[in-house]
């Protein structure tokens, strides 16, 4: 058991500032992401919570105690890494074995644990090697492995899987999953890879810069971005953006460039009076945009006209990045629909799938 309390977390190393104003709960057996660009603090808290590295200032918290001075050897925790940390000399089954054999466990129970945790890992057959004599993917299981058989309160896991190639991440995310479901230990997990958070967290908690910008559900953070960081940073392609300005069309209002034309619905309408904010950014996933004639455009609630600077093809489907007054978009198109660089194109939308943005703060008008 243990739910995970962080009240206002402040790390300075000499005289940077690293974390400030961290805030957050994590419940009892919750799978909870940590991600953020490179740089952005994530190891940091992550080590902090384990009792690597102590803070500057506020409280940790495992099931409402203070921890702050309790040593990372007496906080029920188990660590996995990016590089493994496996003991080279040693066979898989006495890397797995060790954290136990030094707590003095008897062989049998040891040798038990072990056993059932290789099962689960499908690693059983892999026992007597030695960690060189494995593969990547092979060698994060017996990191993971090492990590279960001590049944910890707290899974921290760093980066785990950035060392496999892709096809192999894909796998062991849902292994991992698979492994939370069946032990009963709350994981927090650090990665830079907003998919990975996307696919594996209970909820995500997106840090820039040392900071917290949002807390969510999956769901929650890619219909709701608090602000332009989250927008542009959860969600593949990346969310386009356009500088407008307001305009009032009768008793409507309406955001506009030269090349593009956004009807607001009611309730973004009031949002904007109320915020008043005087510079507005409207940010529109791919996924919302579809190609129009002008006559559908004269129509539509959202209509942006840009030239193709990029085609991407994937498959079943093209992203197509387009430059228009006021920012650059991207789209998501069907692949019978051939579209050329340099080409003019009329894009459409629902206002529904419109985000706003105060230009000057970033935040997300509501
Ligand atoms: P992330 O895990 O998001 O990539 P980190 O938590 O590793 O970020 O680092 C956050 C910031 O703290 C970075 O700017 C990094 O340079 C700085 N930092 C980390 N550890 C130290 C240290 N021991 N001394 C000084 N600065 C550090």
């Known amino acids: 058991m ?5 009240r206002d977390i402040e790390k300075r190393y000499d005289d940077t500032l690293v974390l400030r104003d961290c805030n957050l709960d994590i419940a009892d057996r919750e799978f909870v992401v940590l991600v953020g660009p490179s740089g ?9 919570i384990a009792g690597l590295e102590r803070t500057s200032g506020g409280e940790i918290l495992f099931d409402g105690a203070r921890v702050n001075d309790v040593d990372v050897g007496d906080r029920d925790i188990a660590m996995v890494f990016q590089n493994y940390g496996l003991y080279p000399h040693m066979s898989v089954y006495d890397n797995m074995a060790f954290g136990l054999r030094r707590r003095k466990l008897a062989p049998a129970d040891i040798d038990d644990r072990v056993r059932r945790t290789a099962r689960m890992l499908a690693i059983e057959s892999l026992l007597a090697r030695r960690p060189r004599q494995l593969s990547g993917g092979q060698r994060q299981r017996v990191a993971l492995g090492r990590a279960i058989v001590r049944d910890p309160a707290v899974f921290l896991l760093d980066e785990p899987l950035s060392n496999l190639d892709a096809h192999l991440r894909v796998q062991m995310r849902a ?10 230990a ?15 967290g209970d909820r995500i908690v997106v840090m820039n810069a040392g900071r917290i910008h949002q807390v969510g559900t999956p769901a929650e953070l890619y219909d709701a971005p608090v602000d332009r960081f989250v927008a542009s940073f959860i969600g593949t392609p990346a969310m386009g953006f356009i500088d407008c300005e307001r305009r009032a069309n009768g008793d409507r209002a309406e955001l506009a460039t030269s090349s593009a034309r956004i009807t607001l619905g009611e309730v973004q309408a009031q949002a904007l009076s109320c915020a008043n904010a005087g510079n507005v950014t409207v940010g529109i996933r791919p996924e919302c945009l579809s190609v129009a004639s002008e006559r559908d455009a004269a129509a539509a609630d959202v209509a942006v006209r840009g030239t193709v600077q990029v085609v991407e093809m994937l498959g079943a489907e093209h992203y197509v990045h387009v430059a228009t007054e006021g920012g650059s978009l991207t789209a998501r198109v069907p692949r019978h629909q051939r579209l050329r ?4 194109v009329t894009f459409v939308a629902s206002s529904r799938d ?11 008008l509501r």
């Open 186 to 200: 709350t994981a927090v997990y650090v990665t830079h890879d907003q998919v990975e958070a996307l696919t594996m």
């Open 354 to 364: 419109v985000h706003l943005f105060d230009r000057e703060t970033g935040r997300a």
């Open 341 to 344: 660089v340099d080409e003019t």
């Open 175 to 184: 292994e991992i999953l698979k492994v939370h479901r069946a032990v009963t």
């Open 40 to 48: 952005s603090g994530k190891t940091t808290l992550l080590r902090i």
């Open 2 to 6: 243990a739910a995970i309390t962080l």
